[in-house]
């Protein structure tokens, strides 16, 4: 999913699934700063899920609009 959000700090505007480099699922984030510059965190899956938990959602399609803060209680 992805989401054109703006806002005062780094928000999450997108998410996928990837193949980690040991082949376990990743949860890549996509970034946007407030200045419009985009960049992208991985997360593996125990972190991803930590994240999603954080959040109180279920699916990646409600990642979008979550700050960037959550990665890190996540962590």
Do not use: F, Q, Y
Request: glycine fraction near 10%; charged fraction near 20%.
């Amino acid at each position: 999913m992805i989401s054109n959000a703006v806002s005062a700090e780094p928000v999450i505007v997108g998410a996928e699934i990837a193949a980690g480099h040991d082949g376990a699922a990743d949860l890549v984030l996509r970034l946007r700063h407030p200045n419009g510059v985009e960049e992208t965190v991985t997360l593996d899956g125990e972190h991803g899920l930590a994240l999603m938990n954080r959040c109180g959602i279920a699916s990646l399609d409600d990642l979008p609009g979550h700050s960037w803060r959550k990665i890190l209680e996540a962590s």
